[in-house]
């Protein structure tokens, strides 16, 4: 048995051993300032993924301001967390539907696996086969920078990007949603994006 079969079977048991927890409403916050060169993250092993995020001269690590993006939608994730797998699929739609829109170069998604390790990641990544690319969290370094610590998961961190090292967060949400559509649209507004 491989070290991702191994992780996967660990998920289902960690699923069923999982409180409850309910989700939350939709959360609102002022656009805050968020230092993007406080949050180094690793180059992704996929060639695919660092093409996605316009990464392809990056050898190491990168910071947030040099994905070629106008917008970073960002899932803070727990591959332990029931309603994160159970929502891996409507995030998927949701960037599927980015994909079609004609935004697809301005608006990027990544995920942050919060307190996993990259063995977690990635064996979320296969079960629930995410298009997008995920890194881990284990120390939580990179969900303290986002200030999203103190949130529960799945958390959605909606960024616009700007010029030189400063990014804004532009809308926060903690929990699960029903509507891809829905949730994307609100994306597009909240950013200054329109849609044809």
């Known amino acids: 048995m491989n070290k991702i ?3 996967v079977a660990l998920l289902l048991v960690g699923c069923a051993a ?3 927890r309910e989700v939350e409403p939709p959360k609102l916050e002022e656009p805050v300032a968020i230092d993007s060169l406080a949050i180094p993250l690793p180059r992704p092993s996929s060639e695919s993924d660092a093409a996605y995020l ?5 050898e190491e690590s990168f910071h947030m301001d040099q994905i ?3 917008v970073l939608v960002i899932e803070v994730f ?6 994160c797998q159970g929502m891996a699929p409507t995030v998927d739609e949701v960037y599927e539907l980015n994909l079609r829109s004609g935004f697809g170069d301005e608006v990027k998604m990544i995920g942050i696996g919060r307190m996993n390790t990259a063995l977690e990641v ?6 629930y086969d995410v298009k997008f690319p995920l890194f881990p969290d284990h120390d939580l370094s ?5 200030q999203a610590q103190d949130e529960g998961t799945p958390h959605f961190i909606v960024i616009k990007m700007a010029p030189g090292d400063r990014v804004r967060v532009v809308h926060t ?11 994307y649209d609100d994306i597009l507004e909240r950013s200054g994006l329109k849609k044809e």
């Open 122 to 127: 990635s064996a979320f990544k296969e079960k």
């Open 5 to 7: 079969s191994i992780l």
């Open 68 to 70: 070629r993006a106008r």
């Open 142 to 146: 990179i969900t303290r920078a986002l």
């Open 173 to 183: 949400r903690t929990g699960a949603f029903e509507d891809p559509e829905a949730f």
């Open 78 to 83: 727990d591959m332990y967390c029931r309603f």
């Open 18 to 20: 999982t409180e409850q």
């Open 54 to 58: 316009g990464l392809a001269d990056v």
